[in-house]
């Protein structure tokens, strides 16, 4: 299974941006899947995770303000970001969350938020 995250960009704080993350091969709907983001210098930090029947759960820092999504039917896990914050930026990647099943990071997607 490959991973492709796209739909990062350049927006001011309180704009929006949606990520979409596609995964190829087999068994993506069993897959406890996540959005991480890493900043250069810091771990990569795990902000949002969608179980294969839709359970979702979030970090603090972007609970009420991000919604993980996913579409098995394509293969596909989005996240929806509102009211971004500067202290958002940074790379997003998509793979998931049990390390057994985790795949090869992909390049994820530049997220930037200007203040």
């Known amino acids: 299974v490959q991973l492709q995250a796209c739909g990062g960009g350049l927006v001011q704080a309180g704009g929006s941006l949606r990520l979409s993350c596609v995964a190829s091969?087999?068994?993506?709907?069993?897959?406890?899947m996540g959005w991480y983001r890493q900043v250069p210098g810091k771990e990569r930090e795990l902000v949002a995770t969608?179980?294969?029947?839709?359970?979702?759960n979030y970090a603090d820092s972007v609970k009420g303000r991000f919604t993980i999504s996913r579409d098995n039917a394509k293969n596909t896990v989005n996240l929806q970001m509102n009211g971004l914050k500067p202290e958002d930026t940074a790379i997003y990647y998509c793979?998931?969350?049990?390390?057994?099943?985790?795949?090869?990071w992909g390049q994820g997607t530049q997220v930037t938020v200007s203040s």
């Open positions: 793979n998931a969350v049990s390390v057994s099943q985790r795949q090869p």
């Open positions: 091969g087999s068994g993506f709907r069993s897959r406890h």
């Open positions: 969608i179980t294969g029947i839709g359970s979702t």
